[in-house]
């Protein structure tokens, strides 16, 4: 139905910038939100950022605000998230979500994310 397809992940110092990519494919007339989490080893997964298929609202975690930005194209089926200033905290690997009508829900298989102080 829809298959989610992450990269842009690795390793970087503290305050160092990364930029992932998601890749979308299959169906998606009926797509409404698209998400990105994290989650680090031992930890349970957390909600990053989110935006709308339809629209350019955005919806940002505290810890991310000011630091990270959420974007798409939807002629090209991409998700994207510009990290910027990095910590340590945020080592995750990073998963791309999307939720269709009907709460129909996909997950990608993620990508490693690595920041060193």
């Known amino acids: 139905q829809v298959q989610l397809v992450e990269s842009g992940g690795g390793s970087v110092q503290a305050g160092g910038s990364l930029s992932l990519s998601c890749a979308i494919s299959?169906?998606?007339?009926?797509?409404?939100?698209m998400s990105w989490f994290r989650q680090a080893p031992g930890e349970e997964r957390e909600f990053v950022a989110r935006?709308?298929?339809?629209?350019?609202?955005?919806n940002y975690a505290d810890f991310v605000k000011g630091r990270f930005t959420i974007s798409k194209d939807t002629a090209k089926k991409m998700l994207y998230l510009q990290m910027n200033s990095l910590k340590p905290e945020d080592t995750a690997v990073y998963y791309c979500?999307?939720?269709?009508?009907?709460?129909?829900?996909?997950w990608g298989q993620g990508t490693q994310v690595t920041v060193s102080s």
């Open positions: 979500n999307t939720i269709q009508y009907g709460a129909v829900e996909s």
């Open positions: 935006t709308w298929w339809p629209n350019d609202n955005t």
């Open positions: 299959g169906r998606t007339f009926d797509m409404y939100a």
